[in-house]
Each structure stands twice: as structure tokens, then as C-alpha cells.
């Protein structure tokens, strides 16, 4: 065959979603996919979305496994609405997937994968390839499997194996549609099975076979090219939430001098964090996986006695384990980070979809009166600097500090501007010094008299002359730290722990209001819902209205002028992946009739969802 000379037309920005069955290798191919679209500079935000089902059987709708990447060379916010190319290796996943295309959208479908049985177990009364049902989308079905096993047919490889690597077949075609650089994949591929050959050259030979297909036939009415986004000038790299997480501790640990530990129990989304955090032993960081959750926050908490940044890591059945641990962790008054990357819930809930359903359990999930702090991360770059502000807060406060995420950011990707480490906040450690603590008349340490400024008490470890005392759950005395039954001062020791959690917020800087500073609606966020947020408040604002987007850092404490910023708006709409768990905490704090838009899906929100949402509040509906 000869190439084609198939137009090239430029586009702002593109959606693309590949799904299939679990082993169809859809995760790997939207990652390499990513990861080119990252070295051609454009904007980029990612969605996984894995099954729930371990080992689903292959062909059913619960068994479908989708990465949707959208990409531009303007700003991109979320991963995008309507899907403009959608690769479906099968029935059921053009099933699950076509109310997401785009109408005049684009569908590559393996038609080797289109037959009864596939149609069968995809539970299709009819083949939607030929019934007329897909009249309204540009289909390209393409013998997949076959083109992949002809290639491959010298290879000695088994059929199985042969079947495996046609996910690069498609990947290939991909890049070619939309001017892809193809070698960072070829790299990816002689790093991943350097030390199995005859497997490297089989992909390798079936990336290309794809890339050259999409040249020698007219299957397409166009290719598609995106310029390079615009972004500030900096080092960047492609980067996923639960990465930037591992990164943001590294930075607290190498910036405050100590070690970390981090003891943790395996529990979906947030079992990455454990994998990548235990590459950086040479950065002092020591990884422990436990017998279950109760052990991980003991672990943890018992590293933070010791004089380590003790950090653990869950999901929210995972949360709900390690709540009395925290709350000794509170009484202690020990610098402990929690990690929560949230999940749909409850109980064991849908393990693999993205919520923010763990907030209020984050804020009161403890028996007595407990008040940590809780912050969230927004993107899946912010993922760093929210650990890195969870650690230096702990420590600067001695006081355990919960960190939530959730599985979109988690798993999430996008660019992520190196920072620069002097850029970072001094990270404060005041480790007891047994020549200037306070003591009482027979020199013994008095390990619960507190630094004026932040109510902090002193971090002392174990093993220092000099600074022996008592510690336990039991309700201490004020100042010496033994067990203390009195009244007055269970009270005044429960307020001062509360006053110093609350104390923190007078470090925080002016809540960030973006768009309108006032007028008809605040849009008001937290967590995984500030791309979308941002997106649709852009939008908005251009078709007349006055919103103003402020999105929280920090949960608890609330900064002080939350309370002014409210007020300069007619409404208030909190869009949050729960019930409204946000509106609840504001509600109670602020006695404003603030509006929710609750969606509990597994899904994140579309951006189209809080813009009709925007409209309406503003109209009164």
C-alpha cells in the first residue's frame, strides 16, 4: 500500500476514550497515550476508570475497563464531557461507553469482537455495528485481532500472547489520528520487557503496524492536530495524584530533617501510595506494610512517638478502622499524617469508583471531643504541595492531621510543573530541648506546657535525658502530663486542643475567589470538583451571570473570612460528590441556606452538570 494523504485539521482541544475488557490492556494504552500527549506540551487531564469486579468475566458490561484523556492546547480542567473518539474492543464496552461520544463523534470498533457470543455476553439483542443504531457517529470498524495475529504470525509467539498486544495495534492508529509522537511508546516498550525479547518486538512491531495503518488507508476522513498549550515556562512532567502524594511527603521529609515512616494496609485507591512511596529509602523514608489497618495507624503513631513523620494511608472503610488510633493520636498530641484517598462507599461500597463521601466522618469520626485538622487536595499536581502542608502542619502543631483525596485524583493525571524547593514553606521542627523546657519545682519535665503562639506542646522522643514522661489515653494534667480525673481540667484541656486546631487558621492566607468577587452565585468546592467547578463558572460567566468560584484548602479549621466571602453573593451552590456533607458543615458553621448539588455515581461531575446547575440557582429555581 502506498500512504494516504489524509487531511490534517487543527483542533483547540480532544477528548478519547479507550475501553475494553481488563485484559485488553485499556489502562496501559491510555497511559502511553497520556504520556505522548504530555512530550507534544499539551494540557491534559486523565480518567481511569477500572472495574469493580476482580476478574470480571471477559465480555460483560461490569467487566469494562476505560481511560478517557482530554487534551488541548488551551487550559483543560476536567477530562472532558462528550468523547470525540471512543476505541471499543468490544460489545460491551461500546455498550457502557456510547452515551459519552459525541454525536458526529468518532467509534474504532474491533469487529473481531462483534460476534454472537461477544454480542451474547454483552447482553446486545443486536449487532449495533450493523443494525443502524450508530448512523449518527463515524464508525471505522477494523479487523483488530486479525491484523494483529497476521503481523505476528512468525513471531513463535501463542495466540494468546499475539492476542494480548493488539492494544498497541490501537494505540498506534491513535497516534497516527491524532500526530502523536509514536517513540515514547518504543521507549516505553524496550524498558518494560527489555528482558523479554521476543515480547518487546512483538509490541514494538505491532505499535508500528498500527501507526503505518492509519497512512496506507483511507479509513479516515481527516487526522487531527493539537498546537502545544501555552504553559508558564518550567520542567514539567506528566503526573498522577497518588505520585504527587508520595512526592509532597519525600519534600516534607527531606525539607524538615526527619525520617518517615509509613505503615499501611493495602486497600483500593490508595494502595499505589504504599509502591511508590518504598522507592525512596535513599531519601530516608522507611515503608511498612501491616497485618490491617489497626496496625498501620499503631505503626504509624508509634513512628511519631519515636520522632519520625509517621504517616498512614486508606480508603474510607480503612478510615473508619483507624478512628480510635487517631483520636490517640489527637489526645497524644503526636504530628501523624493520614492519607484518605475516598472511595464510593458505604461499607465496602464500590472499591474502584471515585467519591467524596468521607468528609464528615474526616471532621467528627471520633468518640469524645476530637477536632483534628483536614485539609483536601484539588488536582492531581496539588496532591504534593496538600501533603507537604499536611506534614508541616502536624508537626508545627504536634497534632495528627487527615489529608483526603479520592480515586480520581488518585488515579488521575495531568502536567505538573516542577517546583522549585526553595519555593516550599520552612518546615518548622522544634524537637524538645531538655535545656529550655519547662519544669516544675523538682525538675521533672512538664511536657504538656504550651508554646504561646501555637498551643503546640513539646515533641519529645523517647531516649532523651532528661525529658521522661508519661503518655497514654488516659486524660492528662495540664501541665505534667500524668493521669488526671479532674474536672476542670478535662475542660480546659479539651478546649486548648480545640484552640489549637482552631488556632490554625490564622496562618492561612485570604480565601482565593475566582472570577466575580461578588454578585448572584458563589460557587463554593472542596476536593476533586475544582476543575469542573472552575470550567463551568467560565462558562457562565460568559453567557452574563456574576459567579465567583472560592474552592477550600482546609475543612477544619474553615479560614476566617469564609464567613465574609459568603456574604457578598445572593447564593451560595456547593456541587460535592455525597449527599452534601460540605452544605451540612456550613451550614451549621454559617446559618446560610446554601444550595446542594449532590451526585453520587462513582463518576465525577460533568461540566455541563454545574453549569445548568449555575443557572438555575441564579434564576431562583
Not at 473508619?320 to 461499607?347: C, F, H, N, W, Y
Amino acid at each position: 500500500m502506498s500512504a494516504t494523504t489524509t487531511p490534517i485539521q487543527q483542533v483547540s482541544d480532544v477528548t478519547i476514550l479507550f475501553a475494553g475488557d481488563s485484559g485488553d490492556g485499556m489502562q496501559l494504552t491510555g497511559s502511553q497515550f497520556t504520556l505522548a500527549t504530555a512530550l507534544a506540551r499539551n494540557d491534559l487531564a486523565t480518567l481511569p476508570d477500572f472495574p469493580a469486579e476482580i476478574r470480571a468475566p471477559a465480555g460483560t458490561t461490569y467487566g469494562v475497563s476505560g481511560f478517557q484523556l482530554h487534551f488541548g492546547e488551551v487550559a483543560i480542567h476536567t477530562p472532558g464531557d462528550e468523547v470525540d473518539l471512543l476505541v471499543a474492543m468490544n460489545p460491551a464496552a461500546l455498550k457502557m461507553n456510547l452515551d459519552r461520544v459525541r454525536i458526529g463523534g468518532a467509534i474504532i470498533a474491533n469487529i473481531d469482537s462483534f460476534k454472537q457470543r461477544d454480542l451474547d455476553l454483552a447482553r446486545s439483542d443486536s449487532n449495533p455495528l450493523e443494525d443502524g443504531s450508530l448512523s449518527g457517529y463515524e464508525v471505522v470498524a477494523l479487523e483488530l485481532t486479525k491484523l494483529t495475529r497476521e503481523a505476528l504470525k512468525d513471531s513463535g509467539l501463542s495466540t494468546k500472547d499475539i492476542d494480548r498486544s493488539k492494544n498497541m495495534f490501537a494505540l498506534g492508529l491513535a497516534l497516527w489520528l491524532y500526530t502523536r509522537p509514536i517513540e515514547p511508546a518504543r521507549e516505553w516498550l524496550k524498558g518494560k520487557f527489555a528482558k523479554k525479547e521476543m515480547i518487546r518486538d512483538a509490541n514494538l512491531l505491532v505499535l508500528d503496524k498500527g501507526y503505518h495503518y492509519g497512512e496506507t488507508v483511507e479509513a479516515f476522513a481527516a487526522r487531527y492536530e493539537v498546537a502545544p498549550a501555552k504553559l508558564e515556562p518550567g520542567t514539567y512532567r506528566s503526573i498522577r495524584g497518588n505520585e504527587a502524594l508520595a512526592l509532597g511527603l519525600v519534600a516534607a521529609t527531606t525539607k524538615s530533617g526527619l525520617g518517615l515512616f509509613y505503615g499501611s494496609y493495602p486497600i483500593t485507591p490508595a494502595s499505589e501510595l504504599l509502591h511508590a512511596l518504598s522507592k525512596y529509602k535513599d531519601f530516608g523514608v522507611r515503608t511498612f506494610q501491616a497485618e490491617d489497618e489497626i496496625a498501620a495507624a499503631g505503626s504509624a503513631l508509634g513512628a511519631a512517638f519515636g520522632g519520625q513523620l509517621g504517616v498512614t494511608a486508606t480508603s474510607g472503610p480503612g478510615l473508619a478502622l483507624k478512628g480510635e488510633t487517631i483520636g490517640l493520636a489527637m489526645m497524644t498530641e503526636l504530628p501523624m499524617v493520614i492519607v484518605d484517598v475516598q472511595r464510593a462507599g458505604p461499607s465496602t461500597g464500590m472499591p474502584t469508583k471515585t467519591e467524596q463521601s468521607d468528609l464528615l466522618m474526616a471532621v467528627y469520626g471520633r468518640n469524645g471531643e476530637a477536632p483534628i485538622p483536614v485539609l483536601a487536595a484539588r488536582t492531581p499536581g496539588d496532591c504534593f504541595e496538600a501533603a507537604y502542608e499536611a506534614a508541616r502542619v502536624a508537626v508545627k502543631y504536634t497534632t495528627p492531621v487527615i489529608l483526603l483525596s479520592d480515586g480520581y485524583l488518585g488515579n488521575g493525571a495531568e502536567p505538573w510543573q516542577i517546583p522549585d524547593p526553595d519555593s516550599l514553606k520552612p518546615f518548622e521542627v522544634r524537637l524538645a530541648n531538655p535545656d529550655s523546657v519547662a519544669r516544675d519545682d523538682d525538675g521533672a519535665f512538664l511536657p504538656y506546657v504550651r508554646d504561646e503562639v501555637t498551643n503546640a506542646r513539646p515533641w519529645a522522643p523517647p531516649g532523651v535525658a532528661g525529658l521522661e514522661h508519661r503518655l497514654g489515653g488516659l486524660e492528662k494534667d495540664a501541665r505534667s502530663g500524668g493521669v488526671s480525673y479532674d474536672p476542670e481540667n478535662h475542660q480546659y484541656m479539651t478546649d486548648i486542643r480545640a484552640a489549637k486546631v482552631a488556632g490554625i487558621a490564622n496562618e492561612f492566607r485570604p480565601l482565593e475567589v475566582e472570577g466575580d468577587q461578588e454578585g448572584d452565585v458563589l460557587v463554593l468546592g472542596w476536593g476533586s470538583t475544582y476543575g469542573t467547578i472552575k470550567a463551568a463558572v467560565d462558562r457562565a460567566r460568559s453567557q452574563g451571570l456574576r459567579v465567583g468560584h472560592a474552592h477550600l484548602r482546609w475543612l477544619n479549621p474553615f479560614p476566617n473570612d469564609l464567613g465574609a466571602v459568603l456574604s457578598k453573593f445572593s447564593e451560595v451552590l456547593i456541587p460535592e460528590l455525597n449527599h452534601g456533607q460540605l452544605v451540612r458543615l456550613i451550614r451549621e458553621r454559617f446559618l446560610l441556606p446554601v444550595k446542594s448539588l449532590a451526585k453520587i455515581q462513582g463518576v465525577p461531575f460533568k461540566t455541563s452538570e454545574i453549569e445548568e446547575a449555575i443557572h438555575q440557582t441564579a434564576s431562583g429555581n
